[in-house]
């Protein structure tokens, strides 16, 4: 069994359709030319590297990053009103009123939290649960953290007693990786990268086996610093959805203690 970023994953059949996610918004490669598929994966994973800290989890294309006086002028750019009451900005988010808070660690935003403005009862939030689930999944610009997982909830589950007997959560996690709209870039890149990473023959000879664990390194060590998850919130038997943009890079580890 894998471990894929501190998650269990079934089989090396999950380990491979993530590959082939990571590579399939870049129609114009062919599959089974070793050197083309190794360069896009050495160079998402030097670019996220190098450039680790501007690479971040961005929320409505605004990094998750900097003061959060600046981060609430930007989101107030974007048509949300400040409460100062609150202490959090409102409007609308993906077609539902919501209440976003700016989460700091050491004056750098760390994360970015959207909540429901509006509670719904327990059909409802099943159903806005699952429709979340279905249009992350169909998002170019997200992975799921297990694929072998499917988050979405049945219909006949009682989700009232499997929270209160059971503590059971109902959450679902993604990892940002937005390789579509830049593969062009990327692959020119990756194809510089080859000649100083490695001798020609050193190409030639690279085996599938070493293209995946290239490829299981840049998920385990890159993709979770990206990551945006939600989660249903229960209050006396009303629901609410709260959805988090963290970057990782900036949440505390320890440096402090």
Not at 24 to 36: A, Q, T, Y
Not at 134 to 149: M, V
Not at 190 to 200: D, P, R
Not at 228 to 248: L, Q
Request: aromatic content about 10%; hydrophobic content about 40%; some cysteine.
């Amino acid at each position: 069994m894998y471990i894929c970023i501190g998650l269990a994953v079934s089989s090396e059949a999950d380990i491979l359709l993530k590959y082939e996610a990571l590579c399939f918004s870049c129609e114009h490669l062919i599959k089974n030319d070793m050197k083309k598929l190794l360069s896009l994966v050495i160079a998402l994973m030097l670019s996220s590297i190098c450039y680790a800290q501007k690479d971040v989890t961005k929320f409505l294309g605004i990094p998750v990053d900097g003061t959060k006086s600046a981060m609430i002028q930007k989101l107030k750019a974007k048509g949300f009103t400040y409460n100062e009451r609150k202490d959090c900005l409102e409007g609308e988010f993906n077609g539902q009123d919501v209440e976003i808070s700016v989460v700091t660690n050491n004056n750098k935003v760390y994360r970015i939290v959207v909540l429901d403005a509006n509670y719904l009862n327990e059909s409802d939030i099943k159903i806005r649960f699952n429709r979340l689930c279905r249009q992350f999944e169909k998002n170019g610009k997200y992975l799921p953290a297990i694929l072998s997982e499917d988050y979405e909830i049945n219909e006949n589950e009682d989700i009232s007693y499997e929270m209160t007997v059971h503590s059971k959560r109902y959450e679902a996690v993604y990892f940002q990786a937005d390789i579509k709209n830049d593969s062009a870039a990327l692959m020119e890149y990756g194809l510089s990268k080859l000649s100083q990473l490695f001798t020609e023959q050193q190409i030639e000879n690279l085996s599938k086996k070493d293209i995946e664990n290239i490829v299981i390194s840049y998920m385990t060590e890159i993709l979770p610093n990206k990551s945006v998850w939600f989660m249903i919130s229960e209050e006396f038997g009303r629901y609410r959805i709260v959805m988090y943009y963290d970057n990782e890079y900036n949440k505390a580890n320890g440096e402090d203690l």
